[in-house]
């Protein structure tokens, strides 16, 4: 075999070979990367949390409701509160159901609340339950019928 194809296969495996162990990222893609999550050891234990099985949760109901805050009360609790617009051609009770949630996506409290929307209306909601002590707190809203 000539030498020159040996040079040119050696180049050729070292540039795939580092292409390989690379990643084939650049700087731009490397921001994509999302860490592994570590345990700490300061991680505080969470108590289990007695939550709702049986959430309403309509696609098209929860399309009317917006969520824009989550604020701890005075007294100690969490409040979820949003916008309701009722798009229906009917007047509409809303089922609203949020959680309370830790940092790693675990269920630390939440809160309910039923709101009557005229049709084409709009209306402010909220809904204040018990979380446990915990920062971050995180509202999800997980279901509205």
Do not use: E, Y
């Not at 939550?51 to 989550?70: E, G, L, Q, W, Y």
């Amino acid at each position: 075999m000539p030498r020159g194809f040996v040079k040119f296969g050696l180049f050729v495996t070292v540039v795939v070979v580092c292409a390989v162990l690379s990643g084939c990222t650049t700087a731009a893609h490397s921001a994509l990367r999302i860490p592994a999550a570590r345990p700490t050891a300061s991680a505080a234990p969470v108590a289990p949390v007695a939550v709702p099985t049986a959430i309403p949760n309509d696609p098209a109901t929860r399309s009317d409701v917006t969520m824009s805050a989550c604020v701890p009360t005075k007294d100690g609790q969490w409040r979820a509160s949003g916008t309701i617009r009722n798009h229906a051609a009917t007047d509409h009770n809303f089922h609203i159901t949020v959680f309370f949630t830790n940092r790693a996506s675990t269920v630390i409290g939440f809160a309910q609340a039923s709101i009557r929307v005229g049709s084409g209306a709009k209306k402010l909601w909220q809904a204040t339950g018990s979380a446990q002590d915990l920062a971050p707190t995180i509202c999800v809203l997980r279901g509205v019928g």
